[in-house]
């Protein structure tokens, strides 16, 4: 199969082949040897496909992730849409807790997608990201906010947030997305509980008695 992609390595049933024998006999660095070869004399389209198998089997071998992070990042200079190399940027920076290269992949593919429920679920991510990683909770804050704006009253997102208010002791803002929270459950036992936890709110923190024999 060796020989034979060496003549031919446009040939997808011939790279399949090479790649599950490389992977049944232990032997994938020498498939990762007869792509580079390949790749280093490839040019146009030939040359990008073969570049992003290359990208995936490096990633495939241990110890050449970094291999793999810089030929998908040589693919976004030269074509900052292609989703399969930003779809591994994301796993690879995700996996390497590398938070600010990872910022801008969900940036990017934010920009770029029109899928409105793909679009969200990168939305959550990133306000996850700004939350938890880059410990930036006001960045967070926004994202959740924009989650709201764009999708309506997201449960997901209205819990992040009185989260976050509660944390930084936000009182009012946490009292009016405690009462959105009360407005868009159907569950009688949440609905309770969310009551409860606006009258606490509005006695403890706001001094707001009416509001909270309202609630009680």
């Not at 020989?3 to 990762?32: H, P, S, W």
């Not at 291999?67 to 693919?75: D, F, G, M, N, R």
């Not at 989703?83 to 940027?89: D, F, P």
């Not at 990133?126 to 009253?153: F, H, S, T």
Request: glycine share 6%.
């Amino acid at each position: 199969y060796s020989t034979a992609f060496g003549l031919n390595a446009t040939d997808d049933a011939i790279r399949d082949a090479l790649e599950r024998v490389g992977k049944v006999t232990g032997r994938q660095q020498d498939v990762v040897v007869a792509y580079q070869k390949a790749f280093a004399g490839a040019r146009g389209d030939d040359r990008l496909d073969l570049q992003l198998r290359l990208a995936r089997l490096l990633d495939e071998e241990p110890g050449a992730h970094d291999e793999a992070l810089k030929l998908y990042s040589q693919i976004l200079d030269e074509q900052p849409q292609n989703e399969r190399a930003l779809g591994a940027l994301e796993k690879l920076y995700s996996q390497a807790g590398r938070s600010e290269e990872l910022l801008a992949i969900y940036e990017k593919r934010i920009e770029m997608t029109t899928d409105p429920d793909v679009r969200k679920t990168i939305e959550y991510s990133l306000a996850g990201l700004y939350e938890d990683q880059l410990k930036q909770p006001e960045r967070a804050v926004e994202r959740y906010q924009a989650i709201l704006d764009n999708y309506g009253d997201e449960a997901r997102a209205l819990k992040a947030l009185d989260r976050l208010y509660a944390l930084e002791g936000k009182w009012k803002a946490l009292a009016d997305v405690v009462e959105r929270q009360l407005a868009s459950t159907t569950d009688p036992n949440e609905a309770l509980e969310v009551r409860l936890r606006l009258g606490q709110v509005s006695s403890q923190h706001l001094g707001d008695a009416h509001r909270a024999v309202e609630c009680y």
